[in-house]
């Protein structure tokens, strides 16, 4: 049985305040700052081709900025935190102009806003995965993920309601909390002792990093793949269901979190992908009906809180647990961050794609994902599985001797 005890008395709750807030707050600007960014993008009067040239432009900075900032900045991390933070608040309130200066000016202002997200998440992650231990992680990515899952729904919902300006001027007010908070509370942090920084060409070459990755970047593929399908099919309503998932998502991250540090994250990581190709096999057979609309919308929802907390946030942080972080996470992180490029190009060519020919496809090759995860290592160590249960059933055993006497 959980106890909820447990996990309060493993978290150190005042030395994790400083990265709990920092990913908080990052993965909000990131994502309302996609929204922002493609709705502009997509609403503007520009040819199709200059569409994608902005496109291109945002995620070509992100893959090169992720790349070179995890090469340069694990050395000096809190300092380029602060940095960075500030600089986001900085960029977050141009976006009110864009896209109305020009094809070069839009396409640079795409290219270093895309450089911005990039070269600052796996800094983000690596000091989240540095604060926290391996017994805990899942716990704490849980509830991260659950406040980040419910604050982008109030965005979205201010977005709707107000429009872009005041979205735009919320969200920079958002990133200068964050870059205010972090800077006060991070000031007694003391830097990690000198660790090796594997190159990437090691890392490819990990057993235990690829039988992670490969599925989580075919889950990527598919599932991005498949978002314009839907779109198609189902119209207006699929908006609505995407926004709706996220409260799902935030629900079922710190379930997720939870079991991840209980029954290790393999396990939890193996659930996500059966549950997700079961979605997509009930989608094949009642394709356009409202009822596998709803189905979907629980169930994704669910997959990606599950993703959320342990795929994208415990697992690589894990797997370099010993190293430093920036590569794992920029290996890890890059499929989840490049994937809306996948529904783009994809887009053109939803009207000659058959929607039950293409669930069956996502449902088939989601389930072929999870053979590499049957041979991958749980990376949750043994001893803290054991340990945290023999602890459950000590405390059980302790409320039953109470009770009696």
């Known amino acids: 049985m959980l106890s909820i005890k447990l996990i309060k008395d493993k978290i150190a709750w005042k030395e994790m305040t400083p990265s709990i807030l920092l990913v908080l707050n990052s993965f909000v600007w990131y994502g309302i700052i996609y929204v922002v960014f493609s709705t502009m993008v997509s609403e503007s009067e520009l040819f199709e081709t200059e569409k994608l040239t902005l496109f291109t432009a945002y995620f070509l900075g992100i893959t090169v900025s992720a790349i070179v900032g995890s090469e340069f900045f694990p050395h000096a991390r809190v300092k380029f935190l602060n940095f960075w933070l500030f600089i986001g608040a900085v960029a977050t309130l141009p976006l009110i102009t864009f896209p109305k200066n020009g094809l070069l000016v839009d396409a640079s202002f795409a290219l270093f806003l895309g450089t911005l997200v990039g070269i600052g998440l796996p800094s ?232 039950t020919a293409a669930f069956s496809f996502a449902s088939f090759f989601l389930f072929l994902a999870v053979i590499p995860l049957m041979y991958a290592p749980e990376t949750l160590p043994e001893k803290a599985m054991k340990e945290r249960e023999l602890k459950s059933y000590v405390e059980k055993a302790k409320k039953i001797r109470e009770k009696f006497t």
């Open 124 to 355: 983000c992650l690596s000091y989240f995965a540095d604060s926290t231990n391996i017994e805990n992680r899942g716990s704490t990515g849980g509830i991260i993920w659950s406040g980040i899952g419910f604050i982008v729904v109030f965005f979205v919902f201010l977005l709707y309601i107000f429009g872009m300006w005041i979205t735009v001027f919320a969200l920079t007010i958002w990133r200068i909390f964050g870059a205010f908070s972090f800077m006060f509370l991070s000031r007694k942090h003391r830097s990690s002792s000198a660790r090796k920084s594997p190159s990437y060409f090691e890392l490819v070459r990990k057993r235990d990093l690829l039988l992670y990755l490969f599925p989580w970047v075919m889950f990527s593929i598919i599932n991005f793949s498949e978002m314009p399908i839907l779109e198609r099919v189902f119209g207006e309503v699929f908006t609505f269901a995407q926004f709706a998932e996220y409260v799902f998502a935030g629900i079922f991250a710190s379930i997720g979190g939870i079991m991840a540090d209980f029954v290790g994250r393999k396990k939890v990581v193996i659930t996500g992908f059966v549950m997700l190709g079961v979605t997509y096999a009930f989608m094949s057979v009642f394709a356009g009906s409202q009822s596998a609309l709803y189905l979907f919308m629980v169930l994704d929802g669910i997959t990606w809180g599950l993703f959320f907390s342990v795929l994208l946030t415990v697992i690589w942080g894990d797997l370099g647990e010993g190293y430093i972080k920036e590569k794992y996470y920029t290996l890890g992180g890059l499929p989840f961050l490049l994937s809306n490029f996948v529904s783009i190009l994809v887009e053109p060519h939803v009207s000659v794609i058959s929607p």
